[in-house]
């Protein structure tokens, strides 16, 4: 071969690997602005529907469920997806085969395979009953979109169903070109779900860059050009119903309620000459009612002579009701839903029998897995409550990790008032003494309280009491013990005995002490200056007003000294 030919051949080679160059470079950039044309299932995007299950969109989201809506003559939703995405407060009870949904003026409740249902205990015909399949409640449509404002649809093209709440707002548009390919993610690299015809009504949920996030109408969800909608159209949500609350009729100024402790009602004669003319006092709160067994029954030592005269002197009467301090009784009443229908049932009898104003719950030693129960129970009274024109309040321990369980924050958004027992720091059997109720631990309790309950609903809780401890060395252990005592008697003690008492500006108390037989004794008073330095608390947090414990052991001037703090 000559040089000539030699020369032209190198050129071809290098002309072809040019041209390949070219090709694997044009290549390159062309694909990168290709769209992907490779088709995915549904099954790839709705959890389940590969399983034979049906799939479950919630607005835009596509959910994997552990058990999945079914249906039959309408579509039935499982308990725990009603509980996540529509109500966090309904209730089901496996004992009873019950499902119980409160709002703020219905309770409502329904059995499994019973076509009756009651709304606050008047019997209505459902449609399709609760259903039990497995151990896994099923609850109709139907019947869930008379109390809650969802829409839900099964879509049988794709076996998809998909819930919205109506209160939220919506977008819809319609599709304006032909083909318009409709894809996982917004971007033209994302693979096609399926493709859209022209005049398809669709539900946009946000728009990210050139794209739109939709539901088409088949609950599949997914991404297209912004380019291929037209005219959007915003949907209104529907209005919250509100209920009318009537207000509260109380005397002028700060709350000031009492508790009255009664123990029969041979107590009641004295009782009533003991709440005579107390100027400033709005509510007397006699202890009335207490859980008397598992069954759910109620003791009941109410007096209605006791009313008409506590409403003589122009106060209310909120009687108070308890459960004994007994967890174990407490467990077997409340987590039953028969038996705290039982307890509300005996209640609204009591509120109209003895015309009372209102009920105060005090609910003490609740076992941390009885919170719920406690919740549940409160939310099914609150309904009742409001429809007798019944004040509803509670009473709470100060705010601290033993005390989480009983969802203070839920609770108090169903009570007209939450009393805040912010004493007894140093407790009956302490092992140290101390004070009943100092004034930083006093604060502390209403600042913590605060930020789970509104100031309007808080009254805050006055030791109308004081303990005496005794302090004893024995072979070199320390023993302590406690007494309570009136305000007037445990100073008269300590009087009489000689001690020193000096105020102490830490704790906003006069303290003293004493020794006798080699037992030192010592007391942080409860009196009219402690008192006020409290009250003050009031007026800094614009609280509800104050709850004192309890009625004959405070001294006489403490009426006057509320009189003129709190009115």
């Not at 004034?439 to 309280?449: A, Y």
Request: glycine residues 6%; proline residues 4%; charged residues 25%.
């Amino acid at each position: 071969m000559g040089i000539f030919m030699k020369r032209k051949l190198k050129r071809m080679i290098g002309y072809l690997f040019l041209m390949i160059g070219l090709l694997i470079v044009g290549t390159y950039f062309l694909k990168a602005y290709l769209p992907n044309f490779k088709q995915i299932s549904i099954y790839e995007i709705i959890p389940g529907l590969e399983e034979n299950e049906v799939g479950f969109v919630l607005q835009d989201k596509p959910l994997s469920l552990e058990h999945s809506p079914i249906v039959e003559e309408e579509v039935l939703l499982p308990f725990s997806l009603v509980k996540e995405y529509i109500d966090p407060y309904i209730f089901w009870d496996p004992g009873v085969g019950k499902i119980t949904i409160t709002t703020e003026n219905k309770v409502i409740q329904m059995a499994t395979e019973d076509l009756t249902y009651y709304i606050n205990y008047e019997p209505l015909t459902l449609e399709l009953p609760l259903k039990l399949i497995g151990e896994v409640p099923y609850i109709p449509v139907s019947f869930l979109k008379q109390f809650f404002p969802i829409e839900v649809a099964y879509h049988e093209a794709t076996q998809i169903v998909t819930l919205d709440h109506t209160t939220q707002a919506r977008q819809k548009g319609k599709i304006i070109k032909e083909n318009i390919k409709l894809r996982k993610e917004g971007t033209i690299k994302s693979p096609i779900i399926t493709t859209l015809k022209q005049g398809t009504e669709v539900i946009i949920y946000e728009k990210a860059d050139e794209w739109y996030r939709i539901r088409t109408q088949d609950g599949v969800v997914g991404y297209i050009s912004n380019k291929a909608i037209g005219e959007i159209i915003e949907v209104l949500p529907d209005p919250i119903e509100e209920v009318e609350k009537e207000p509260i009729q109380l005397r002028e100024g700060k709350i000031n309620l009492v508790w009255h402790q009664l123990f029969a009602k041979s107590d009641l004669k004295s009782a009533r000459e003991s709440i005579t003319g107390i100027d400033g006092l709005d509510v007397i709160s006699p202890t009335w009612f207490s859980l008397a067994n598992e069954e759910g029954d109620l003791d009941n030592i109410a007096d209605l002579a006791y009313v008409k005269w506590a409403k003589s002197q122009g106060y209310q009467v909120w009687a108070l009701v308890d459960n004994k301090f007994d967890s174990k009784l407490t467990h077997a009443v409340l987590s039953n839903t028969d038996k705290r229908e039982k307890v509300i049932k005996q209640l609204l009898a009591f509120i109209s029998l003895y015309e009372l104003d209102g009920i105060n719950i005090d609910f003490e030693s609740v076992a941390q897995e009885d919170g719920i129960y406690f919740l549940q129970f409160m939310r099914e009274l609150a309904p009742f409550m409001k429809e007798q024109g019944a004040i509803l309040s509670v009473d709470f321990y100060v705010p601290a990790p033993w005390t989480a369980h009983y969802y203070r924050k839920e609770v108090s958004e169903v009570v007209d008032y939450a009393m805040v027992m912010t004493y007894d720091e140093h407790w009956s059997t302490s092992p140290k003494s101390g004070s009943v109720a100092s004034l930083g631990f006093v604060e502390k309790g209403i600042v913590d309280t605060l930020k789970e309950i509104p100031k309007e609903k808080v009254l805050m809780g006055l030791p109308y009491y004081t303990r005496i401890w005794e302090e004893q060395e024995v072979e070199g252990v320390l023993t302590v013990k406690s007494k309570a005592y009136s305000m007037q008697r445990a100073y008269d003690i300590f009087v009489e005995n000689g001690a020193e008492i000096k105020w102490d500006s830490e704790t906003g108390q006069y303290y003293g002490e004493y020794e006798k037989d080699g037992i030192k004794y010592r007391c942080w008073f409860e009196e009219e200056e402690s008192i006020e330095q409290k009250v003050q608390f009031v007026h800094k947090y614009d609280l509800a007003g104050v709850a004192g414990w309890k009625k004959g052991l405070e001294k006489p001037e403490i009426w006057q000294l509320l009189q003129q703090k709190l009115k």
